[in-house]
């Protein structure tokens, strides 16, 4: 193998020669060169990925030809220490043998089992994170990088976003290696600014992520070595098990930043995060496609707008198509400043650059819905939210109450209004459905006013485990159309997902069910069909009439078993506990 060939083969456009004979001279580069060995035979570099190949040419190669080798690698980081590394000793005899390492970011070297040599491009591809998609990896690591972050200090409110960050950074070769701690975080400071380049408020981002982590006196406190350490994990166990160029792997990403919020988060009851596959199944009765313009009001931390985002961009053809959904046809408020930095960081994980979300209380922003020409909502608003996020004139309503007696009712009625067109579909607490105060009634009856109910989903008595212990239910509603005395509403009970609840990661699809019940679920109400135990049709003229499936579907008996009639006596005691009663 002659000095041509070794060139040809991995590539003349990367070759890099700056003294006669095609060599390579550290010294025509650098000054106070003390390496004994300083002329490389062959160079690659591509600025562009920053990796060079580094070629040392023998007649027959010994043990100490390896030393001379990794002179020239130290040289090499000299002129830049983020460059990523190859590293070949090369038989000119008839042998052809060769020995091949990879050094990653000064990392440690790695020994290739290689026998040929290939092109710059192939060598390039040792550095790509090897991704794919597994759910299961991604959630039994949840418990265990939560239990590492609360061993390093950081806090149960912050993890969520910290971790996020993280992430974010990490996708987007964070250098991070044998490195100070402040030295990692202006690292991840400096990547946020390459990503955020175009992004919409990238200034007011940047400090919020910034207040919120990186300036965090505990993540500050993090030792180097145990911040690398938390790095690693991230990197090692939650990023190459997700394959976030596919649907799949965004629906994992979605389910693990959902997962992992709500396992941080188990001990505020009132933390209602919306599941991803709800989410997704309330995108599909909302008639999802990429003509639409989505909108969720309470964004909390974008579960609803990244689900949304994820299935439009799977309909996109072109990367036009999907620069035009992130830029014109995803939007959000949040009122919470910390959760609005956490919905910030979900959209950024999920590649949106350039998110329109804004913090700031939805009742504020009338003017901005409105011209948003926004033909889906989608929405989960809080259900205790207290007088000072509210309009006045409805908090003089509550009397001695301190949180609202409407369950979030009012901020559906309100965005409704607001908006006028499309639909909007709710999560919303089984309270809602029935008739439990004036307020609630009067509310539903102004609702029927000016709105169609077009369909209620009763969903899982423990949807939200282990956050919320709310019993929620979802409400559809076609906006601008006055309720018609005869509509037949569809009141689905749809209680089984499928999921089950495991310790650490919440509830999950252990058996792989859910794909054919949201099928099912998805049939039922597209055809609007009666089915016993399942699904029925029925007139609602009032806001005094039962908003929910149990109170007017048929049951099929013949499939009761005694297991069920202990689940519905759990979800009855479940429904008295939320609501009061006991």
Known sequence: MQRIDII?????????????????????????????????DIRFFDAAKNIAVLVETKQRQVDSDKEQLFDYVALEQRLNRNT?????????????????????????????????????????????????????????????????????????????QFVGTCMLALKNDLIYKDRTTSEILSNIKSKLGEYLQNSVNKAEKIALLSTNVLQDQNVEALEAQHFEEILDFINEKILPYIKDDSTKGQDILSYFFTTFSKYVNRGDKNQAFTPNHIAHFMCKVGGINKNLRVFDPTCGSGTFLVQAMTQILDECDTEAEKNNVKQNQIYGIEYD????????????????????????????????????????????????????????????????????PSKGLYFVRYVADTIGQGRLLTLLPMQCAIKTNTIIADIKTDILRRHTLDAVFSFPAEMFYPGASAVACCMVLKLGQPHPRNYETFFGYFKDDGFEKRKG???????????????????????????????????IDN?????????????????LTDADFIHKMQDYAAFLISSGEV
């Open 84 to 160: 990523k590394i190859v590293a070949i000793l090369a038989d000119t005899s008839l042998t052809n043998k060769i020995r091949v390492w990879k050094i990653w970011r000064n990392s440690s070297e790695e020994l290739l089992e290689e026998n040929v040599l290939k092109s710059f491009d192939e060598y390039a591809r040792l550095f790509e994170r090897q991704t794919y998609n597994n759910a299961p990896a991604v959630l039994q690591n949840t418990n265990e990088l939560n239990e590492l972050l609360h061993t390093n200090g950081i806090k149960e409110g912050k993890r969520s």
């Open 543 to 559: 806001g005094n009439q039962e908003w929910c499936a149990e109170a007017y579907m048929e049951t099929d008996y013949s499939t």
């Open 337 to 404: 400043r910390d959760v609005y930095g956490l919905a910030t960081t979900n959209m950024l994980i999920h590649s949106d650059g350039n998110s329109n979300i804004i913090q700031a209380s939805c009742f504020d922003k009338a003017n901005w819905i409105k011209e948003k020409n926004i033909g889906l909502v989608l929405m989960n608003p809080p259900y205790n939210a207290q007088k000072t996020v509210v309009h006045r004139e409805f908090a003089n309503t509550w009397g001695k109450a301190k949180e609202d």
């Open 8 to 40: 040809d083969t991995i590539g003349r456009d990367k070759h890099v020669e700056n003294i006669e004979g095609g060599e390579y001279s550290y010294k025509q580069v650098l000054s106070n060169v003390t390496q004994s060995h300083w002329k490389l």
């Open 505 to 539: 990661v919440g509830r999950t699809d252990v058996k792989g069910r859910w794909e054919d019940i949201e099928k099912e679920w998805l049939y039922l109400y597209e055809h609007r069909l009666t089915e016993p135990g399942l699904s029925v049709m029925q007139r």
